[in-house]
């Protein structure tokens, strides 16, 4: 029964991790191909929002 339980976890987890991987791969896979020009468009974005403010936490240098 420990047996068949062990299984049934590893195929459970297996699936989920495989369904989360297969996301972040396709997405990545449709902005190389598919993002042209305007690839980086939310990250230059949310980096004009960050401009100017003051680092929090973290190791001084």
Do not use: C, P, Q
Request: aromatic residues 10%; glycine residues 16%.
């Amino acid at each position: 029964m420990f047996g068949y339980i062990a299984d049934l976890a590893v195929v459970a987890l297996m699936i989920v991790g495989i369904t989360a991987l297969m996301g972040v791969i396709t997405n990545t896979i449709g902005e190389k191909v598919f993002g042209g020009k305007h690839r980086t468009e939310f990250v230059d974005e949310g980096a004009k929002y960050l401009s100017g403010w003051k680092n929090v936490g973290g190791k001084k240098k």
